[in-house]
């Protein structure tokens, strides 16, 4: 499993609605209005990298009011809870 933090600035009137059609985006777990130099935090869980590239090329940074991204890829996590679990579907 590749996990992801995509950082995007976005058009501030499609704040809410760039949120909700990134929700939309199969591979985004999650998405966070925040403070500083970025907009937008999605976190993207998918299966290998090549679908990563697909996720941020093709979906997200094609969505309208979407106007820059900066994406982090996750080596490790470190957690008080074993977040592993709460993902794990069974899938191989």
């Given at each position: 499993?590749?996990?992801?933090?995509?950082?995007?600035?976005?058009?501030?009137p499609?704040?809410k609605?760039?949120?909700d059609?990134?929700?939309?985006?199969?591979?985004?777990?999650?998405v966070?209005s925040?403070?500083?130099?970025?907009?937008?935090?999605?976190?993207?869980r998918?299966?290998?990298?090549?679908?990563?590239?697909?996720?941020v090329?093709?979906?997200?940074?094609?969505?309208?009011?979407?106007?820059?991204?900066e994406?982090?890829?996750?080596?490790?996590?470190f957690?008080?809870k074993?977040?592993g679990?709460?993902?794990?579907i069974?899938?191989?």
């Amino acid at each position: 499993m590749v996990t992801a933090f995509i950082l995007m600035n976005v058009s501030r009137p499609r704040l809410k609605s760039i949120a909700d059609d990134l929700l939309a985006i199969e591979g985004i777990a999650e998405v966070y209005s925040v403070a500083g130099p970025f907009d937008i935090v999605a976190i993207a869980r998918v299966k290998e990298h090549e679908a990563l590239n697909d996720l941020v090329t093709e979906h997200v940074a094609a969505l309208d009011g979407v106007d820059s991204t900066e994406t982090l890829i996750a080596f490790k996590t470190f957690s008080k809870k074993d977040l592993g679990m709460l993902w794990d579907i069974g899938v191989d």
